[in-house]
């Protein structure tokens, strides 16, 4: 039922058409803004929340999910935002790669406390732990699951500079793992005895892992298994909030763990116990989930302004290309900048019949009057533009260093949020976010040879 309100609200079917909801007693007010616009849901009173997945070209279907905002944006090209929120800035504002990198002393994926090397016995299979900088050297069979480890036998893995064998190439470690699962010849006894190796933990890291060690299992819980990566790595929150409650409790977890092999240890066993279960295991993560919701409310009432502007090659004669589009969203005075599964929810770039997504996202933060006015600045990509991706677009590479250097001594490439993040802002700046954006369109287009 609806967050603070009792009863059951919603009654669900499936059918070949997609996912239907029902609501009953039920207010619905559009909110619309260049760009996007969202749908607000109130039943008998309470706010209520769902998300809405497009099944056909021609209709929109929903799907119920425990908290958010109705986002609706038809095949046609309507608007788009769908719901999630404010975390506190150690967690929900970075993938649980950074997260657990930041908590190390690491910065992004790779860069991980080493530790002793951990076999983990799970069948035919096993897993060994494999500090990040040393080779895998053992005498078995090996797959790299996630993560990039010298002397294995088999990549399967999203990072960048992968040896993946094309004909496995998904966008998360734990898509390639399944779909390698997937192809394989049940009588292929080559792997029936291989050792997973990776060589930091994270939520992707961790699915992949369990992945190729229960690949039966698996194939049971892939849904859940690659919404909780995707919250991981890139941010997303997709149709539900199962992901982002497993990701939250294996980040938490696995920091509380102390290292990374030490995390898979105590995780491994339990993987799907929590993928079964994880909606009772709120202590995990209920209160970063629900700064999540509210956060995403600020968007949907308005509070926080979204905006979109168009790379329009045509008005630029100094280069040619695109850079893409940047979204925009702007904070009230006060309101602390949006973390990245608000951001990706608000510029959504993989749901079917979005039309075209954001390749640059501009995070503005307006200063009071008693501080003197402006705007703060966060320039980034979205979060998944770190990876190697087949089906989510590829993202232009930003030169952050020129960049900066074009903009001048206000902007700076230090102490950056996320693996994604270009520039920022060092203090207040007058500029309105809608010029800021188009300066920093041209300030790209005018280094496009440089990067060519």
């Not at 497009?54 to 986002?71: D, E, H, M, R, Y």
């Not at 202590?283 to 308005?302: P, R, S, T």
């Not at 990245?340 to 079917?352: A, E, K």
């Not at 640059?360 to 979060?383: C, D, H, K, M, N």
């Amino acid at each position: 039922g609806p967050r603070g309100g009792g009863g059951s609200w919603v009654k669900r079917t499936r059918s070949l058409a997609g996912v239907l909801v029902w609501v009953k007693r039920t207010k619905i007010t559009l909110l619309s803004g260049p760009g996007l616009s969202v749908a607000r849901m109130s039943a008998c009173g309470t706010p209520a929340r769902a998300v809405v997945l497009l099944a056909t070209l021609t209709s929109v279907v929903s799907f119920s999910a425990p908290a958010g905002l109705l986002g609706l944006r038809s095949s046609k090209g309507l608007a788009a935002c769908w719901g999630s929120g404010l975390g506190k800035p150690h967690s929900s504002q970075y993938s649980s790669a950074a997260r657990l990198a930041a908590s190390r002393g690491g910065q992004g994926p790779g860069r991980r406390r080493a530790g002793a090397l951990s076999l983990v016995s799970e069948g035919g299979r096993k897993f060994q732990f494999v500090p990040h900088g040393q080779e895998y050297s053992g005498p078995e069979p090996s797959i790299c699951a996630d993560g990039l480890v010298e002397g294995t036998t088999l990549q399967l893995t999203h990072w960048q500079n992968n040896k993946t064998p094309a004909e496995y190439k998904e966008d998360l470690s734990t898509e390639i793992a399944l779909r390698w699962s997937k192809l394989l010849d049940e009588d292929d006894q080559e792997w029936a005895d291989a050792t997973v190796v990776n060589n930091h933990f994270d939520t992707d890291g961790l699915m992949t892992v369990w992945a190729l060690l229960h690949p039966k299992l698996a194939k049971k819980w892939a849904s859940r298994m690659v919404s909780a990566a995707a919250a991981g790595d890139f941010l997303e929150w997709g149709l539900g909030d199962a992901g982002v409650m497993l990701d939250i409790a294996f980040t938490r977890l696995g920091e509380e763990a102390g290292s990374d092999e030490a995390a898979y240890e105590t995780l491994l066993p339990r993987v799907e116990e929590f993928l079964m279960g994880i909606e009772g295991m709120d202590h995990l993560w209920k209160e970063e989930l629900a700064e999540l919701h509210e956060a995403f409310d600020l968007v949907a009432d308005g509070a926080v302004v979204c905006s979109r502007v168009s790379d329009d090659g045509g008005s630029y004669s100094h280069a040619s290309g695109s850079i893409g589009d940047i979204g925009i969203m702007v904070h009230p005075p006060g309101v602390a900048a949006s973390p990245g599964l608000v951001v990706s929810r608000t510029f959504p770039q993989t749901m079917p019949g979005l039309g075209k997504g954001v390749a640059r996202i501009l995070v503005a933060t307006q200063r009071s009057e008693q501080l003197g006015g402006g705007f703060s600045y966060i320039y980034e990509r979205p979060a998944y533009a770190w990876a190697e991706t087949v089906y989510r677009p590829t993202i232009r590479e930003a030169d952050a260093a020129a960049i900066q250097e074009v903009l001048g001594g206000e902007w700076t490439t230090k102490n950056l949020r996320g693996m994604t993040s270009i520039v920022m802002t060092v203090g207040a700046v007058q500029t309105a976010p809608e010029e800021m954006a188009r300066l920093l369109i041209g300030a790209e287009r005018s280094l496009l040879t440089r990067l060519a």
